[in-house]
């Protein structure tokens, strides 16, 4: 339906609409616009091939007053992260569950789709205690159900040294229900000790 503008005519001419004509084409104009907007709203719903995104930062206080210890070619040291830091964070408009569980100290992507991918990024300081040490971490994916492990960071200091800040960053998506289903969780490796502080994570899930 084409807009059906109101005559109003010329100041006291009467040449006018009626009040009768005129509210007529008011609610005409009015059902044509409410019309579009369900239509609009319904075809936005229906759309497919969009995603959104939600993020959320950990921020752990508890390696700060005591480190975690790795020995010299341990293959059991995982970082942990209360994610009661002042630092913590979220921006999770749809209320979505958090990835990472304090209480068992892993992710759990068991609420997310085939699909979904998650970026992450980690912050961590190390203090190492031989020249040449070598420092990997990874990421143990599939945890009780399909385990595999992913180099995220591989890392090599000539020196003894203390405070050295490390930031690792990368992206896996849920393209198996191995990956979605079990747990996961960090490993440092390396063939000489080391004490670990973690400062926290960062990661952004992109829903399909």
């Known amino acids: 339906m084409a807009r059906q503008p109101i005559t109003v005519g010329t100041a006291d001419s009467k040449t006018g609409d009626t009040l009768h004509s005129a509210f007529t084409k008011v609610n005409a104009n009015e059902t044509e616009l409410y019309d579009d907007v369900a239509t609009n709203t319904a075809a936005i719903a229906s759309m497919q091939g969009f995603t959104k995104t939600y993020w959320f930062d ?3 206080t508890a390696t700060a007053t005591t480190p975690i210890s790795h020995s010299g070619g341990a293959t059991g040291t995982y970082l942990t992260n209360n994610g009661i830091g002042s630092y913590s964070n979220a921006y999770n408009p749809d209320s979505k569950d958090r990835l990472w569980d304090a209480s068992n100290n892993n992710f759990d992507f ?3 789709k085939i699909g979904d991918t998650i970026e992450f990024r980690g912050d961590i300081t190390i203090d190492t205690v031989s020249a040449n040490q070598e420092i990997e971490i990874l990421m143990s994916l599939g945890e009780g159900v399909g385990p595999y492990e992913l180099s995220v960071l591989r890392g090599q200091y000539r020196y003894v040294s203390s405070g050295n ?3 690792f960053m ?3 998506y849920m393209g198996d229900n191995a990956t979605r289903t079990g747990t996961a969780r960090f490993r440092f490796a390396s063939d000489d000790s080391a004490s670990i502080v973690v400062n926290g994570w960062f990661y952004q899930i992109a829903e399909v």
């Open 170 to 172: 990368f992206r896996i």
């Open 165 to 167: 800040k490390i930031t």
């Open 58 to 60: 950990d921020n752990d």
């Open 110 to 112: 068991s609420s997310l």
